[in-house]
T-cell receptor, first 115, second 113 residues
Framework: AAGVIQSPRHLIKEKRETATLKCYPI?????VYWYQQGPGQDPQFLIS???????DKGSIPDRFSAQQFSDYHSELNMSSLELGDSALYFC??????????????FGSGTQLSVL | GNSVTQMEGPVTLSEEAFLTINCTYT??????LFWYVQYPGEGLQLLLK?????DKGSNKGFEATYRKETTSFHLEKGSVQVSDSAVYFC????????????FGTGTQLKVEL
């Protein structure tokens, strides 16, 4: 069965550069979530989209932006990268945005290293 | 606010030992509770969940019971295997709050022969 696909798997950037992370949800899933997991940290919710509209916002820095496209894939754009942005970025998808009964499916993540 | 507290790891056990990973929570609303597992190099996978008090979630020999009186959701397994070695995250979602998860810090489990 198709899962959540994230690309790239690994990304190395230098300070002040920009990065774009992509997430392709499970087919027919219309909701996408982004999480950031720093080294040895718990995943922190960044932002979510439902039907191409932002549905919720967490601890996402102003330097970051994201959007969901008509095919429901999402991109996380990160500018003016800082060393502290080095983390594993997870994307998750679900069918519908609401309710704890909806199961969330996670991708394998993009490991971003900022040098 | 909402928060999840897990016991710190790493937890090192011998194969076939009994496992308990403690998890307690605070929540502003009525939460559903989850355990996620993260194997090396992989994404988070839902292990089990419970959506109301006294519910027991179970999967692959793991169990956790939603205890409202103690605000806990401890993970247990009667006999661990080497293949259970992973990081385990306790998490909650507030009912009506979408799927925005609040995670604990994770507990690394190492199972040795």
């Amino acid at each position: 069965a198709a899962g959540v696909i994230q690309s790239p798997r690994h990304l190395i950037k230098e300070k002040r550069e920009t990065a774009t992370l992509k997430c392709y949800p499970i087919p027919r899933h219309d909701t996408v979530y982004w999480y950031q997991q720093g080294p040895g940290q718990d995943p922190q919710f960044l932002i979510s989209f439902y039907e191409k509209m932002q549905s919720d916002k967490g601890s996402i820095p102003d330097r970051f932006s994201a959007q969901q496209f008509s095919d429901y894939h999402s991109e996380l754009n990160m500018s003016s990268l800082e060393l502290g942005d080095s983390a594993l970025y997870f994307c998750a998808s679900s069918l519908g945005p609401g309710g704890s009964k909806e199961k969330l499916f996670f991708g394998s993540g993009t490991q971003l290293s900022v040098l | 606010g909402n928060s999840v507290t897990q016991m710190e790891g790493p937890v090192t056990l011998s194969e076939e030992a009994f496992l308990t990973i403690n998890c307690t929570y605070t929540a502003t609303g009525y939460p559903s509770l989850f355990w996620y597992v993260q194997y090396p190099g992989e994404g988070l996978q839902l292990l089990l969940k419970a959506t109301k008090a006294d519910d027991k979630g179970s999967n692959k020999g793991f169990e956790a019971t939603y205890r409202k009186e103690t605000t806990s959701f401890h993970l247990e397994k009667g006999s661990v295997q080497v293949s259970d070695s992973a990081v385990y995250f306790c998490a909650l979602v507030i009912t009506g709050g979408g799927n925005k998860l609040t995670f604990g810090t994770g507990t690394q489990l190492k199972v040795e022969l």
